[in-house]
């Protein structure tokens, strides 16, 4: 690769120089007017691609890549030159992902928190304007045995290796992940509502609950994991600050809970993610204790705490009845109890039978196999 000295003229600035002498033109005058819209003379133009260069070759050290001129122009003007104002020649699109490539983390290939902050600022500005949604998702493992094993950095640095290229498969080009301090992440997820933005980083945890299950490539074979917390934007919070902060209680919610589990911030009244499953994939039944079987219709949301059911006869708060769930096309049903704790009427007709909302009696044993048909239904489908 191309080594550029910002302290001497380099091939391209000779080549430059060179054109310019043959056909009489300010060179790079209108090479840089052409990538930032701005208007200079020959010799300050010449200044800033000297600087332009040895940036590129700064970068170029840093990602242990060719970013080329145009990225190494626009970190430059953005960042760099204290008399340039902002090009105005790329798309917002361009300049992040130019901010991004500058902006990289060694070890993960993720982005520094540093610059996560920086975008999370904007993306709240971005939402702001144009009515938006997202997600922030902060992500840690969970305890790493020490004891008798190699020493925590020749455990840890393969662990977050591993868990930043698993990210970097997982997630879309809009997404930003970075790497946090100690063992963890945050992730950003723009346009994205609490719902998918669970869906997304539980997936995510399965992934690398999976990957050191059957791959563990660390001195010692660790089954580890990661917990996961979420806050979103607008209804939790409308800052920085307060999203992470928020995201951060979620995620020390889920450590207390065991670990290897999201769990997305929200108020006391609704402490387990709903979703509402795509259309057909699950089937309900249920019945009262001693009348048998009741007209049960279907299942509004779910989540592991509890349904909104939308029955065909009426059910009457706290009363106890008998769930069957099952997921279309696979054998057997889970049976779980639960409790009648608020009616919602219908929209459609007072004549219709009003929604009832249920909380879950779950046992140990039924626990697992809840966790494992939400788990089924989540990657089915939801809407």
């Known amino acids: 690769m191309a080594r550029i000295d910002s302290r001497h003229p380099s091939e391209t600035d000779i080549s430059l120089d060179e054109l310019g002498a043959e056909h009489g033109i300010a060179v790079h005058r209108t090479a ?11 010799e300050e133009a010449r200044s800033h691609w000297l600087a332009i260069c040895g940036r590129r070759n700064e970068l170029a050290r840093q990602l242990e890549r060719d970013p080329g001129v145009r990225v190494a122009a626009m970190d430059y003007f953005i960042n760099r030159s204290e008399e340039s104002s902002r090009p105005v ?27 996560f902050r920086r975008f999370l600022s904007q993306e709240i500005r971005r939402s702001a304007r144009r009515l938006q949604e997202f997600a922030v998702a902060l992500l840690e493992f969970d305890d790493i045995p020490g004891s008798g094993l190699p020493p925590w950095r020749t455990v840890l640095e393969p662990a977050l290796r591993e868990t930043g290229g698993i990210l970097h498969g997982r997630l879309r080009e809009m997404d930003i992940a970075s790497r946090g301090e100690g063992a963890g992440f945050a992730i950003l997820l723009p346009r994205t509502r609490r ?67 999201v769990v997305p911030f929200a108020d006391e009244r609704r402490e387990f993610i709903r979703f509402r499953p795509a259309a057909g994939i699950l089937r309900l039944a249920a019945s009262r204790d001693g009348t048998g079987p009741i007209p049960a219709g279907g299942v509004q949301d779910i989540s592991a705490g509890g349904a909104l059911l939308s029955p065909e006869t009426a059910l009457r ?17 889970l049976q779980i109890s639960a409790q009648v704790v608020r009616l919602d009427p219908a929209p459609e007709s007072p004549a219709d039978a009003p929604a009832a909302g249920v909380r879950f009696s779950v046992d140990p044993a039924s626990k697992a196999e809840l966790e494992s048909l939400l788990q089924a239904l989540r990657r089915s489908g939801v809407e």
Not at 36 to 42: A, D, R
Not at 98 to 113: F, I, K, P, V, W
Not at 202 to 225: K, M, S, Y
Request: glycine share 10%.
């Open 32 to 42: 840089l007017g052409l990538l930032s819209h701005q208007e200079m003379s020959e």
């Open 89 to 115: 020649a790329v798309e917002d699109l361009m300049l992040e992902r130019t901010e991004r490539s500058a902006s990289l983390d060694g070890l993960t290939g993720l982005m520094t928190a540093r610059h």
């Open 195 to 261: 719902t998918g933005a669970f869906i997304a980083v539980d997936r995510i945890r399965e992934a690398v609950r999976e990957h050191f299950r059957l791959h563990r490539p660390l001195p010692r074979r660790l089954p580890l994991t990661l917990s996961g917390g979420i806050a979103s934007y607008p209804d939790d919070a409308g800052s920085a600050e307060a999203l992470l902060d928020l995201a951060g209680r979620a995620l020390n919610r889920a450590r207390e809970r065991g670990g290897d589990r």
């Open 317 to 333: 708060p706290g009363e106890e009845i008998l769930l069957e769930l099952k997921e279309e096309g696979t054998p057997g049903a």
